[in-house]
């Protein structure tokens, strides 16, 4: 039997209406439009094609988006000085680093003199300390995006065994605090684990987030697991999950597909984002 197909698209659909729908009744209200600035370093196309995506949904919800591409020579101060620029500007809400930043600048530091109450990627230290604390502020896009869709198809999580395959500061990690406080049991795997299959193989939930292409093949996955695909490689030109689709598929009993699953859903939880920053900064 085949998996039930978690429709990522269809779900962050539902959140991008919603925001939109208070974005209008904001500016019908005479509220100035929430403001997006999302800086981005260099040609990386990946990421060229993330920030115009960005730019083009927060249009579409009726929040202004200001891009601004730097050379990938632009030094650490020049960067610094654009995010302290951002910081003080009411019409900006919301403020995005896009990363990878090229190795000469440190991303810790950059990231670090963000204002917390614009931090929409939730990266700041200030609000992973928040995360950690179940104290909720600004949350990491695609982990609450993930959280999102398993709410969206009423996934059990209490209780449920929770494998999270990879340990980044974007993906992984919040991933795990937010599924423990909903009382989740939490592995957390990388690069290092002993027997990943045998662990993977325990999971109810599984968060494929390493970032290897077709990494979870069916051997690594529960009959009847519900199995989150974080991946984005390309192989061949083609945009690839970290899971065997199509094997796994008829092993788990839900599913997301790349394209059309997370990905979506980083993005609209960046609308929601910047709307819950926009309504903390001006108290609408
Ligand atoms: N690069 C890959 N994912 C992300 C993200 O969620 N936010 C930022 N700023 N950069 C990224």
């Keep these: 039997m085949g998996a039930t197909i978690l429709d990522g698209k269809k779900v962050s659909q539902l959140v991008k209406e919603k925001v939109k729908k208070e974005v209008r009744e904001l500016l019908e209200g005479g509220a100035t439009p929430p403001g997006l600035a999302v800086a981005l370093v260099g040609e990386d196309p990946a990421s060229k094609i993330y920030v115009r995506k960005k730019g083009e949904a927060c249009e ?19 960067l610094l000085s654009l995010v302290r620029d951002l910081n003080g500007r009411e ?32 990266f700041h230290p200030y609000n992973v300390g928040k995360l950690v604390a179940n104290d909720v502020n600004l949350l990491p896009c695609t982990p609450s995006g993930i959280m999102e869709i398993l709410d969206h198809y009423r996934i059990p999580i209490e209780g449920a065994d929770a494998v999270i395959i990879g340990r980044s500061d974007i993906v992984g990690k919040p991933m795990a605090i937010m599924l423990m406080h909903r009382h989740a049991t939490i592995t957390v795997c990388h690069s290092r684990t ?31 697991a519900v199995v989150i695909d974080v991946g984005m490689n390309r192989v061949e030109g083609k945009l690839t999950g970290d899971v065997d689709f199509e094997a796994v598929s008829e092993k788990a009993s839900h599913i997301t597909p790349v394209p059309g699953g997370v990905g979506p859903m980083t993005v609209a939880m960046l609308l929601k984002n910047t709307l819950t920053a926009y309504r903390k900064q001006t108290g609408r």
Excluded: F, W
């Design 91 to 122: 019409d900006v809400n919301g403020i995005l680093v896009q990363l990878p930043l090229p190795s000469h600048v440190d991303s810790k530091t950059v990231l670090e003199v963000v204002d917390p109450l614009k931090d929409v990627d939730g």
């Design 60 to 78: 579409e919800a009726g929040i202004t988006s200001h891009q601004y591409n730097l050379p990938d020579t632009v030094t650490q101060e020049e």
């Design 194 to 224: 002993r027997n990943l299959a045998q662990v993977a193989a325990g999971a109810d939930i599984l968060v494929a987030a390493l970032g290897k292409a077709r990494l979870v093949t069916a051997e690594m996955v529960k009959e009847g």
